[in-house]
């Protein structure tokens, strides 16, 4: 699902909200979910999951179309955990 998906999914959800009051809702849920992980915090949802960062040591890394050597930066990544609920629904027989 992108993000447009999402939006006329809610839209058609709650037929009393704009189109454009559904994207700054979900404009704000992202952008708060992004300044929370860029301040090194955490964002649970119950049920959902749990956001956070890890961080990458600095290495070297093989450029890898000529084959030369490269230096890639440390760097804060991204990190998804799917809660145990999300699990559940994920792995039903």
């Known amino acids: 699902m992108i993000r447009s998906e999402l ?14 009051e ?3 809702i979900v404009s704000c849920f992202f ?7 860029a301040a ?3 964002v649970e949802l119950r ?4 956001f956070s960062t890890r961080a990458r040591d600095a290495r070297t890394g093989r450029n890898p179309r000529t ?3 490269v230096a890639v930066d440390a760097k804060r990544v991204p990190y998804f955990k ?3 609920e999300m699990r559940s629904r994920l792995n039903v027989d």
């Open 40 to 42: 090194d915090g955490r």
């Open 67 to 69: 084959g030369e050597v």
């Open 82 to 84: 799917p809660g145990k």
């Open 22 to 24: 559904v994207e700054l």
């Open 31 to 37: 952008d708060e979910i992004s300044k929370r992980l």
């Open 47 to 50: 049920g959902f999951g749990a």
């Open 7 to 20: 939006v006329q999914k809610l839209t058609d959800a709650h037929p009393d909200l704009e189109p454009r």
